[in-house]
């Protein structure tokens, strides 16, 4: 009797220890998905704004130096000479 309350005993013990070390593994598993994720979303994200900004410096820095569709009115540097076409119905 007192042989198979300590096999009880000692079966319980393990099967705790197992599912302790069970929910162990997969608590680290889970941090290390959340810190891996987390971590390329603030890549994505710092290249995204990086992109973002060249791209916004790209359309503020204007047409190419390199045009030659300048208005002859009020010296504005178009894109193109059709671009040009369509300002000049502004001064009408
Ligand atoms: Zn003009």
Known sequence: MVV????VVVVV???VV???VVVVVLVVVVVVVVVIIKSAV???EVRR???LESKRDLHKSGPPSTSNSECQ????MCRSQ????AHNKSHL
Do not use: T
């Open 49 to 51: 704004v990086h992109e």
């Open 13 to 15: 013990v393990i099967v």
């Open 42 to 44: 603030e890549e994505f």
């Open 18 to 20: 197992v599912v302790v």
């Open 82 to 85: 059709i671009g040009l076409l």
């Open 73 to 76: 009115l009020c010296h504005r």
């Open 4 to 7: 198979e309350v300590v096999v």
